[in-house]
């Protein structure tokens, strides 16, 4: 098995005429970036409004908050990255469901891929937003109430403030499966990172070059988001609690 | 408004049931080699020897950083070539032997993690005990610690499983017709995508809602 490396390809000038095989994979790691994070803070936005809602003493509202959890958590990744980009354009009114397939192919891509892995994050930051608000002792709530505090006024001032610090691990690994999860935009078409390491190979016949290179750019945002995790849940963490001083 | 027109599932039942099977065969694999192959990792990355260790904790991390549609097409490329030169040429479809090594060594990775944390949750004073007695340290694993880290668990690596059930659908990036592939190929043949997603993704909801309620007791029997 002789295998010609030749690292240089990516120097090359591409086959489209713009640029360097180089920057195609800085286009795919971009928009990786750009759709992992706007996901993300969907993922946090709606995550803790859920998280909240199935903790509260509610039984409609908490019964709906379930439902979502369920719901996103027990269908593939994948078959609900198909029923936004396929589907849901078709179940529209249809004047809305036009109005997006005229979209630029890649606003459509990157919308129901942002919405998609948004909402599927959510349902995972909505159980660790739970987990972390049940794991307070009941007198805080209790104590708060006794105070003269509303409800929300507990959940904002109490419980909130401390449920997030607790929970900063489990939330670093759905921050690095945010990215992770974004290569299942591929299949839609999205120009992402792992879109990019197969039309490269497509189109220079180096599969090795390009597969190593995207690779070590998923390695170099996991280490990234780690590192950057690390810090925040020092400065976060509080006295006497696990990992705490 | 759309008018759905369910009609041509019935008729693609048998070859939806075809795709099942691949889906529940690649899973199925996965977890048997991986548990196995996640515990020697486990092992390894516990173990005295540092080079072990370090070369365990190498692969687990490495498996963990990249997505998973990255491992699919990785071994895509690699194993066709690998085949290559062990047999010789004339290999059939090569896609599903592809996926299925893919996916037993990507959840190795995860079920090592678990069964490290198992094994780390079972007394120090177990292990102790063990070679007190005289067994070997390899006898002490095998016989005290790994038996009663895995009634630990249990729940765990159920739960890890419905993960990779869902995850199994990504074979789709690779062409291979698993339940969810046979599913697309058949609204995309008919014109009838909407119901068959649709559809596709209210069976995965059904086995894994199912599944995870099964789960539930278990744990809730296991803490008692």
């Known amino acids: 098995m002789a295998y010609n490396w030749n690292w240089q390809v990516f120097l090359q000038p591409s086959a489209t005429g713009e640029g360097t095989y180089l920057s195609w994979l800085l286009e ?21 409004i859920v998280g909240v809602l199935r903790t509260v003493p509610n039984r409609w509202l908490s019964g709906l908050a379930t439902g979502y959890v369920e719901i996103f958590r027990n269908i593939p990744l994948l078959v609900q990255l198909f029923i936004w980009y396929f589907v849901l354009p078709e179940l529209l009114p249809v004047n809305m469901g036009n109005a997006f397939k005229q979209m630029h192919p890649l606003t459509q891509q990157f919308f129901a891929a942002m919405l998609c892995l948004g909402l599927f994050t959510a349902a995972r930051v909505a159980e660790q937003v ?31 403030p401390m449920a997030y610090r607790i929970i900063v691990p489990p939330l670093t690994s759905e921050f690095l499966n945010i990215f992770k999860n974004s290569a299942v935009a591929t299949t839609i078409g999205l120009i992402e990172l792992s879109r990019q390491a197969q039309q490269l190979v497509d189109f220079t016949a180096q599969p090795y070059e390009a597969f190593i290179a995207v690779t070590l750019l998923y390695v170099a945002i996991n280490v990234t988001v780690m590192f950057l995790m690390r810090a925040l849940e020092q400065r976060v963490r509080i006295p006497g609690f696990i990992g705490g001083k | 408004m759309y008018e759905f027109d369910w009609s041509s599932i019935p008729g693609a039942l048998p070859l939806l049931l075809k795709g099942m099977a691949i889906t529940l065969e690649v899973t199925a694999t996965a977890i048997v080699v991986g548990i196995v192959w996640g515990t020697l990792l486990a092992v390894a990355r516990l173990s005295q020897n540092r080079v072990l260790a370090f070369l365990a904790a190498g692969y687990v991390n490495l498996f ?44 190795a990775a995860y079920y090592s993690e678990i069964i490290r944390a198992g094994i780390q949750s079972v007394p120090k004073g177990q292990v102790a005990a063990g070679l007190a007695l005289g067994f070997t340290p390899g006898q002490t694993m095998r016989m005290i610690v790994l038996p009663q880290a895995f009634r630990n668990m249990v729940p765990l690596l159920l ?26 190929k058949v609204g995309d043949r008919d014109g009838r995508l909407v119901e068959l997603l649709l559809f596709a993704g209210a069976v995965y909801f059904m086995i894994c809602f199912t599944v995870s309620r099964i789960v539930k007791r278990l744990q809730a029997r296991f803490s008692q």
């Open chain 2, 159 to 184: 739960t890890q499983a419905i993960i990779l059930f869902q995850d199994t659908s990504l074979v789709y990036v690779i062409g291979l017709s698993d339940f969810f592939g046979t599913a697309y």
């Open chain 2, 64 to 107: 963990r950083a990249v997505p998973l549609v990255m491992v699919i097409l990785w071994f895509y490329l690699i194993v066709p070539q690998a085949l290559k030169a062990i047999f010789g040429q004339g290999i059939g479809d090569i896609r599903l032997t592809s996926a299925l090594v893919a996916f037993a060594l990507f959840e």
């Open chain 1, 130 to 160: 739970r987990a972390g608000i049940q794991s307070l002792p009941r007198g805080q709530k209790n104590a708060g109430l006794a105070l003269g505090f509303t409800l929300a006024q507990v959940y904002r001032h109490v419980l909130l």
């Open chain 1, 28 to 48: 795919g790691l971009k928009w990786t970036l750009t759709l992992s994070l706007s996901a993300w803070v969907i993922a946090l936005v709606v995550g803790s």
